[in-house]
């Protein structure tokens, strides 16, 4: 299984990215899709989750400014970051719940400047 996590960067407060992670080797269209990230420091936390059917679920401190799709065609999940916050700054992980096994990509920098 692979995940390939891309899209991360630099941005000012205020502005926008989107992350995309590109699954293979596993069944993606009934796989539960997530976005994780880490801040230097603090733990892993979950950012936003996308079901096989579509159902999404969203950190409290991100309603509002991001939201996750996928597009079962192309094995990939996105991670829209609107409104984006000094805070927001992490590594983003993409992660994919297997069968009894999560998956984990290798993340992707996000530095949000004031």
């Known amino acids: 299984v692979q995940l390939q996590a891309s899209g991360g960067g630099l941005v000012q407060a205020g502005g926008s990215l989107r992350l995309s992670c590109a699954a293979s080797?596993?069944?993606?269209?009934?796989?539960?899709m997530a976005w994780y990230r880490q801040a230097p420091g603090k733990q892993r936390e979950l950012v936003a989750a996308?079901?096989?059917?579509?159902?999404?679920n969203y950190a409290d401190s991100v309603k509002g400014r991001f939201t996750v799709s996928r597009d079962n065609a192309m094995n990939t999940v996105f991670l829209q970051m609107s409104s984006l916050k000094p805070e927001d700054t992490a590594v983003y992980y993409c992660n994919a719940q297997g069968p009894g096994k999560d998956y984990w990509g290798k993340g992707t920098l996000v530095t949000v400047s004031s």
């Open positions: 996308i079901t096989s059917g579509g159902s999404t």
């Open positions: 080797g596993i069944i993606f269209v009934i796989t539960d």
